[in-house]
């Protein structure tokens, strides 16, 4: 089993910046893909980006690129979502998520999930 904590959410104004963090336990040693996500009230879940746990590959939604970078300690065991140029329309509460599989479709298939934490963007 894999245990997940996501932590760093807040309030920022718009153009600000914040960094979460996602924190793994347990047998990490199975885990490929460590993945974010995004869920805005009364909407769907939202794929954000993704890393390979050896760091080799990021993946993010076009409603990111360029704004928001992934990276991982593994001495640590943690995953980082740095979150640039917010928008109000980035509020949410993430989630980041962990996947055993290796294949290429990095949007779905993950089975660990941590609690979330909310992020607020003011304008």
């Known amino acids: 089993q894999v245990q997940l904590v996501e932590s760093g959410g807040g309030l920022v104004q718009a153009g600000g910046s914040l960094r979460l963090s996602c924190a793994a336990s347990g047998r990490t040693f199975s885990v490929h893909v460590v993945g974010w996500f995004r869920q805005a009230p009364k909407k769907e879940r939202e794929f954000v980006g993704a890393?390979?746990?050896?760091?080799?590959?990021?993946y993010y939604a076009d409603s990111v690129k360029g704004r928001f970078t992934i990276s991982r300690d593994n001495s640590k065991n943690t995953v980082y979502l740095q979150m640039n140029s917010l928008k109000p329309e980035d509020t949410a509460v993430y989630y980041c998520?962990?996947?055993?599989?290796?294949?290429?479709?990095?949007?779905?298939?993950?089975?660990?999930w941590g609690q979330g934490t909310q992020v607020t963007v003011s304008s």
């Open positions: 998520a962990a996947r055993v599989e290796s294949y290429s479709d990095y949007t779905s298939g993950y089975l660990y």
């Open positions: 890393i390979n746990w050896s760091g080799s590959r990021t």
